[in-house]
């Protein structure tokens, strides 16, 4: 049961790191530049680092990539998605403003 509760979060976070990370730069989603809690900043060294293959705008590889790496990602980043992930349930599910509708 844990690890369907793990599971399930980790998609959370992880479709919300694809929100954030669809955001133009310095542009909405609030808590920080960038929008989604500084997801793009804290997430950016390791997203170049373990999933640089992944073409821009392909969101269901990039989600994957995101999964297969996670435990390798820097404590920053784990961080915020820990954010986004808080934010996304204090808003119902919805992304943070300015993020795409959930499953786009």
């Not at 049961?1 to 399930?8: D, E, K, L, P, Q």
């Not at 959370?12 to 790191?17: H, I, Q, S, V």
């Amino acid at each position: 049961m844990r690890s369907i509760i793990s599971v399930a979060a980790l998609s959370l976070a992880l479709a919300a790191a694809g929100a954030a990370f669809a955001q133009p730069e310095g542009g909405g989603g609030g808590g920080g530049p960038g929008g989604g809690s500084g997801m793009r900043e804290a997430c950016q060294a390791d997203m170049q680092k373990y999933c640089s293959s992944v073409q821009p705008g392909d969101r269901q590889a990039r989600f994957q990539c995101m999964q297969q790496h996670q435990a390798d990602f820097s404590d920053a980043c784990k961080a915020a998605m820990a954010r986004m992930r808080q934010m996304r349930q204090q808003n119902g599910g919805a992304p943070p403003a300015g993020g795409p509708p959930p499953g786009q």
